[in-house]
């Protein structure tokens, strides 16, 4: 069965020398014309990368060339301009905030510090900052910080008494939605200021909801439901203020629809799920209409997966199309 962990516990067991095993995020939806799909896979049979692809499966072009990677999400989020995409990899030794460009070029670290483990960037909608999660030493969970693409400027938004993964702010910069636990709350979504003021939940308790993407017009969220643990993993959407939960997908026994993402021009998303296969091995990347209807499989052999990492294969970011 699959376990979606929570992240905190396995970074943790990342600075103990494990391999890096989390749920992936969905990345920032901001509006533009639908470009490139960015996701990861392990193609060859002998590392996973980070790949590129037009959003019928075509076109696959392979960004990284990690040798030995064995990382089956990278946390990938693409610029709002759609010309770079902010990533993570532990090519050093621990998880650190990359860049590249959408031809594979000017891959490079966006900061050096090995007293911490960053994860889980996504852009500002004007792309001046990327917004990640910082593990705290102390407490084991995930504080929110900010940085320019230049390493420059780093500042703490949130303090690290629960987590907040999968973060990214609403489409006026307003707002950060997140994914939290802590306090006895297993998953659930949450609301705060961009300062870090005011938070709210936004899903119940029991619903256990993860991997928040917020719609390009900013008015609704997708998500998927039972957040770490084994149970099959289905796709929701909501209103930005919590409201009318819609289920989109249903996994029934035993599949796992996980990281759906928005289109930048809102009318269909991406998402991982195991459903192609009778055995629990593999994911591979479906497209929907943002109502659930029209499901489609583009993409075929991503790669088997670790059991323990099967919630994360996969990965996809929907890209818009580069600005000229």
Known sequence: MLSILRRSSLVVGVLCGLLLSIAAPAGA????????IAFTANLHGRSWQLYTMNPDGTDVQELTHILGSRETTNMVDWAPNGKRIAFVSSLTGEPELYLIRADGSGFHRVFDDPRHVDLFPTWSPGGSKLLFGRLSNRTGNLALFTIRPDGSDITKVT?????????????DSASIIFDGSGAGVIAALYKIDADGSNPVQLTPTDMRAGIPDISPDGTHVVFYDGQNGPLPNSIWTMQIDGTHLTRLTDAGCCFHDTSPEYAPDGTRIAFATDRSYVRQCCVEIWIM?????????VTSSLGACPAESLGDCGDPDWGPAPES
Do not use: F, K, L, M
């Not at 939806?29 to 490139?36: E, F, S």
């Open 289 to 297: 209409d943002a109502d659930g209807s029209n499901v489609t499989q």
């Open 29 to 36: 939806a901001y509006p533009g014309t639908n470009g490139r």
């Open 159 to 171: 303090g690290a008494r629960i987590d907040h993964a999968g973060a990214q702010y609403t489409p």
